[in-house]
């Protein structure tokens, strides 16, 4: 599953949404494949991996612009000509979406268009990645694990845009870009957790920056479960699947999920715990239920399509990607390196071989603690 450098080397590739936490780790990965990187997003939020790894000085091109400017990005689409599009850029938070549904669904769906239609206008293309959610499918309650053929819903309107932008995708693959040779699929990855996310009301950045403020923490659902995986491996599934997209490879255009094994399915209070493990001086509070924003409380993925057809098997286990996360954010309080720091994740990651399988070995807490001065 390890990305192969000779697919990538020298390849012109645009990236959009390379200003945010899995856009930024991406491009990064890119760049050390020898891709020509080309990025199109909003400016970057915050003080993140983007910057903190120094992705913006690496990129073959950096535009900065909105989705919505259909105008902009069909400039930059054609002045990159690229070969694969990994479409990333999004408003990706629950609860913004309930505060400005508008610029939420017509940055999803609107600029998700505009992103296929610029590809149509852009003879080089050849693969396209639409990354979406795990949150695109109809909650019926039963908390089973989710498959790609299960109905698309969205009660929220967060979920729903991402539900739509599957629906556009898969029309305009049908309709327009199957028959000019391109090949379009969609990624429904779960929570991806890793090194440099300072994204607001998430629980690991939110967890950290009560750490480092010496603040309490308030989290919302301590039962909801969510499929929770390192940013690496949905990342590198898209890697894969892109190579199998270029190898023209039909079946691969389709929808994929990307999550952890069963077992990484875990309530926020098992997160909770074993980030106390590690920084037990953070003072954890439950938020009384005072409002009546609908979330999901169980999300799980069947993810054995892409382990069977694409060979994306889980390399580092939950607790794992716990502490990577953690060793992330002791090397950037410290004022390491992160480029460095980020590309020996990457190439850890690379080096690891496949996690035991669910139950064949003991599972190991995040004991190591956090120190400051």
Request: proline share 6%.
């Amino acid at each position: 599953m390890t990305p192969d450098a000779a697919t990538w080397r020298g390849r012109s590739v645009l990236v959009t949404g390379h200003t945010g936490f899995k856009g930024s780790w991406l491009a990064l990965w890119l760049q050390q494949l020898g891709a020509r990187v080309h990025g199109y997003a909003l400016p970057p939020e915050g003080h993140g991996i983007h910057e903190a790894a120094r992705v913006a000085a690496h990129l073959a091109s950096d535009t900065h612009a909105d989705l919505r400017d259909a105008a902009a990005l069909g400039r930059a689409m054609r002045s990159a000509q690229p070969e694969v599009v990994f479409h990333l850029a999004a408003q990706p938070l629950v609860r913004r979406a309930y505060a400005e549904p508008v610029d939420t669904v017509t940055t999803n769906v609107v600029g998700t268009m505009h992103v296929l239609e610029a590809v149509r206008a852009t003879p080089s293309v050849r693969a396209v990645m639409v990354v979406t959610t795990d949150k695109v499918y109809a909650d019926d309650g039963r908390g089973r694990a989710l498959r790609e053929t299960d109905a698309l819903g969205g009660h929220d309107p967060y979920a729903s845009s991402k539900a739509c932008a599957e629906l556009l995708t898969a029309s305009w693959r049908d309709a327009f870009l199957r028959a000019a040779g391109v090949g379009v699929a969609t990624a429904r990855a779960g929570n991806v957790i890793g090194g440099g996310d300072h994204a607001l009301d998430r629980l690991l950045p939110d967890f950290l920056r009560a750490l480092d403020a010496r603040q309490p923490l308030t989290i919302r659902a301590p039962d909801a479960v969510r499929p929770w995986q390192h940013v690496l491996e949905p990342l590198a599934g898209y890697l894969r699947l892109a190579r199998r997209l270029l190898d023209g490879d039909a079946e691969a255009a389709r929808a994929w999920n990307f999550g952890p094994d069963a077992d990484d399915a875990r309530p926020v209070r098992w997160i909770v715990e074993r980030l106390r493990a590690a920084a037990p001086e953070v003072d954890v509070r439950v938020a009384a239920a005072t409002d009546a924003l609908h979330e999901t409380l169980t999300l799980r993925l069947d993810a054995s399509a892409a382990r069977e057809r694409l060979g994306c098997m889980p390399r580092w286990r939950l607790d794992t990607a716990l502490d990577r996360t953690l060793d992330w954010h002791r090397a950037w309080r410290r004022g390491d390196d992160m480029r460095a720091g980020s590309i020996a994740q990457i190439d850890a990651w690379s080096a690891a071989r496949p996690a035991p399988a669910v139950g064949a070995a003991p599972r190991v807490s995040v004991v190591e603690r956090i120190e400051y001065p």
